[in-house]
């Protein structure tokens, strides 16, 4: 089972560049979201998506884009790069099925602007 | 407003020793608990989760946690610690309303470190 894959894994940008975080689950997941983590943050959440063609914005998404025009595609939009956005990226689904709330995690996305 | 603080950003424990990692949240709403564990450059895995059935909730590897409402904790245990279970762990609230799944608040992470 592939469940949740992102590319790349590493992507060093330069301050101004653009750039997409691919992600995609083969789970026929309804739920996606994109997170990034720094270090002794936690989890911040960036956008999300409750099915195909419906997005909405997270805690912390300035500076970011999203689509969601398949169940199995969650891009993620980086326009005009800033240092601020150096981080970890994960990507994230669930079956939104009842009260579970379980999460099935990419392994990760590190993106560094210099 | 929902929130989750994790009371140590690091716990050092020696193989073979119990382990507690403390969690407190505050929610709105009845809450939906959970423990995520993070292995170095990994995703995050779920270990365990409380969704308003028995208030003690047992997880994968032997981790077990207890809901206690009155204290508004979420403090994950384990009898013996094993090397293996060195890892970053991540306690989060879901402020579920009704069946609807809601957002995850993600505290800040604890790291155990499990000594020979």
């Known amino acids: 089972n592939a469940g949740v894959t992102q590319t790349p894994k590493f992507r060093i940008l330069k301050i101004g560049q653009s750039m997409t975080l691919q992600c995609a689950q083969d789970?026929?997941?309804?739920?996606m979201y994109w997170y990034r983590q720094d270090p002794g943050m936690g989890l911040k959440l960036i956008y999300y998506?409750?099915?195909?063609?419906?997005?909405d914005k997270g805690e912390v998404p300035n500076g970011y884009n999203v689509s969601r025009s398949t169940t199995e595609d969650f891009p993620l939009r980086l326009e005009l790069a800033a240092p601020s956005q150096t981080s970890v990226y994960f990507c994230?689904?669930?079956?939104?099925?009842?009260?579970?709330?379980?999460?099935?995690f990419g392994e990760g996305s590190r993106l560094t602007v210099l | 407003a929902q929130s989750v603080t994790q009371l140590d950003s690091h716990v050092s424990v020696s193989e073979g020793t119990p382990v507690l990692l403390r969690c407190n949240y505050s929610s709105s709403y009845s809450p939906s608990l959970f423990w995520y564990v993070q292995h170095p450059n990994k995703g995050l895995q779920l270990l365990l989760k409380y969704t308003s059935a028995a208030t003690l909730v047992k997880g994968i590897n032997g981790f077990e946690a207890e809901f206690k409402k009155s204290e508004t904790s979420f403090h994950l245990t384990k009898p013996s610690a094993h090397m293996s279970d060195a890892a970053e762990y991540f306690c989060?609230?879901?402020?579920?309303?009704?069946?609807?799944?809601?957002?995850?608040?993600f505290g800040r992470g604890t790291q155990l470190t499990v000594w020979p």
């Open positions: 994230a689904s669930t079956s939104g099925q009842g009260r579970t709330g379980e999460l099935f």
């Open positions: 989060v609230v879901s402020d579920r309303r009704g069946s609807t799944l809601g957002r995850l608040y």
């Open positions: 998506s409750v099915g195909a063609g419906i997005t």
């Open positions: 789970m026929n997941h309804n739920y």
